[in-house]
């Protein structure tokens, strides 16, 4: 039982292989059977195109994977670059990126991102973009707060007495040490990114019809809201599966390696 | 206290540098995305006047940081209309949903909470940490629509969308004030859990005051102050949460407005919006701290 998440995934990785692998036409379009509800020949509905649900489900899974995924290794590097940088050399070099980190933390949830997205123009590249810019602050955060300790330990200051250079003390006496709460705060940024996703393209800045992305999808949903709720439902639950299931795999993670989450 | 009033300076200054760089950012010429490649030359040239767009970058700045010290937004692309008086009517709409939302999140989230905290192990904390797990998972564009289906088609109470019906706002607000709940749930249970071992409480129970008196006046009192921090970054979320659940149940606010700007390409008013968010959120933390220094004896007789 307490493994569920990892089925849940597991069963959206797979979903997105076969897409992947078999191309399942998510932008066949079939005019006869317009919002047509869950039944034989499609197994959870059509949309208001005619197109496969189901299908457009599991090409939707792969973009938002894409993204969080590509997103969580450019912000992860960059931040922890940034957050060691900080909190190692200190002084004014620190100062200053945390000025800037806290007027990036000053713009309240998405808004930022939507502020990117909105100036850069809709696609996948910009969405991607406007996201990358917005999301190392976390980790550059998380990072300086626990170089700060790290600095002061023992084995730090032995190599520093040996003479280590600054890029290898980072690298090999700290980066160690920072990987468990860095792995937690990705589990959970990564459910923050697939959201992030969803609700650009909610608002029309991301993923571009004909492309299938679960917030495109809950867009149209919505607005045939009232005739097809089935639409709405079938991604608005597959969205939750996957962000539950990611946050509690990081609630896992951390009771398991004893990471404090660090409040921002 | 004045540290903590002088370093939001910075903070602001940032704010709003990025903001104006926004416009910047627009790949290729601003004034032709703005206006589309079919406008004529000589309307470009007066858009780009009005803007300052033809002036060197940090004397726009400087224009950009006079005006709005003036309450001056400039003027939307599209309708022509001061920015300043569009906000204006568009900011009721937006407070009072986030009002109402914070009042529901803080009406479900505290009790929610207490119990849970008081019946740690048995099955209302299991109860109440399965929602609250449950609704942080659902975001606004699904609780929405959600919360739409169930009240508004099935069970028929409530307007589905729009705000000239009554009870308009109770959608929306439970949407924005579920999330919210959520996480004021969570954090009331482990910050009264905590609470609940001081030997304060103790000392109360030992003085055999009401059990009622010492959860309420004693242990919740000096539970209330991480959550005060709480709900204050939270209402931040909160204010960037409008705009996806005004765009979802068609609420004409602040929120509203943004996306409306995005679609029409009225960067000035995306600008406007971002910064008056900004903003606000900058201020309600400024105030949520201050609250704290108020609301705790240690930290207001250690400053």
């Known amino acids: 039982m307490k493994r ?17 692998l078999y191309d399942m036409q998510p932008d066949a379009i079939s005019l006869e059977q317009v919002l047509a509800p869950p039944g034989k020949s499609t197994l959870l509905g059509t949309d208001d195109l005619g197109r496969n649900i189901a299908v457009r489900l599991a090409a939707g899974a792969g973009v938002s994977m894409l993204v969080a995924l590509a997103v969580t290794a450019v912000t992860l590097t960059l931040g922890t670059m940034i957050g060691l940088l900080s909190g190692y050399c200190g002084g004014w070099v620190d100062r200053l990126l945390m000025q800037v980190t806290d007027v990036f933390l000053a713009f309240p949830g998405i808004l930022l991102a939507i502020a990117f997205a909105a100036v850069l123009g809709p696609g996948l590249d910009n969405l991607l973009l406007a996201l990358c810019m917005t999301s190392w602050v976390g980790y550059a955060r998380l990072t300086r707060a626990q170089a700060l300790s790290l600095r002061q330990r023992q084995h730090v200051q032995a190599a520093q007495s040996l003479g280590a250079s600054a890029g290898r003390i980072m690298r090999k006496h700290m980066l160690p040490l920072l990987a468990a709460p860095l792995v937690v705060e ?26 299938a992305s679960w917030g495109s999808m809950l867009r149209d949903g919505v607005r045939y809201l009232l005739v097809a709720p089935h639409y709405v439902l079938a991604v608005g639950i597959s969205l939750m599966s996957v962000v539950l299931a990611v946050n509690v795999l990081g609630d896992q993670l951390r009771d398991a390696w004893d990471v404090r989450r660090a409040k921002d | 206290m004045i540290r903590r009033l002088l370093g939001v300076v910075p903070v602001v200054f940032g704010v709003l540098l990025l903001t104006f760089l926004l416009v910047h950012l627009v790949p290729g010429d601003p004034v032709e995305v703005m206006l589309g490649e079919s406008a004529p030359v000589a309307d470009r040239a007066k858009l780009r006047a009005e ?61 929610l909470g207490i119990i849970a905290a008081l019946r740690q192990g048995k099955w209302q904390d299991g109860l109440a940490t399965l929602l609250s797990l449950t609704l942080s998972a659902m975001p606004h564009f699904w609780l929405g629509p959600l919360l739409m289906l169930l009240f508004a088609l099935w069970l028929g109470l409530l307007p589905v969308s729009g705000m000239s019906e009554p009870g308009a706002i109770i959608l929306p607000a439970l949407t924005l004030g579920f999330g919210l709940a959520a996480i004021l749930t969570r954090m009331t249970r482990a910050s009264l859990l905590e609470v609940l071992n001081e030997d304060f409480v103790r000392t109360a129970r030992a003085k055999g005051i009401e059990e009622r008196k010492v959860i309420l006046r004693h242990a919740m009192r000096a539970a209330l102050l991480p959550i005060v921090t709480v709900v204050g970054l939270q209402l931040g979320s909160l204010l960037a949460g409008t705009v996806i659940t005004e765009t979802v149940f068609g609420w004409e606010g602040i929120g509203r407005l943004l996306v409306e700007s995005i679609e029409k390409r009225d960067y000035p008013v995306t600008q406007a919006c971002v910064v008056v968010i900004a903003l606000s959120y900058v201020v309600i933390n400024l105030l949520t701290d201050l609250l704290y220094v108020r609301l705790d004896p240690r930290v207001r007789f250690a400053v």
């Open chain 1, 4 to 20: 569920w998440p990892y089925w849940v995934l597991g069963f959206w990785l797979v979903v997105v292989a076969c897409s992947l």
């Open chain 1, 186 to 211: 990705a589990t959970y940024s990564i459910a923050g990114l697939v959201i992030a996703e969803a609700s650009l393209s909610f608002l029309g800045l991301g993923i571009q019809a004909p492309h």
């Open chain 2, 51 to 111: 803007l300052g767009l033809d002036q060197p970058l940090p004397l726009q700045f400087v224009h950009y940081l006079k005006a709005l010290a003036h309450g001056d937004f400039g003027r939307s692309i599209h309708s022509r209309k001061p920015i300043a008086d569009m906000l204006r009517e568009r900011l009721p709409a937006t407070a009072s949903l986030a009002l109402c939302a914070l009042v529901i999140a803080v009406g479900l989230g505290l009790p």
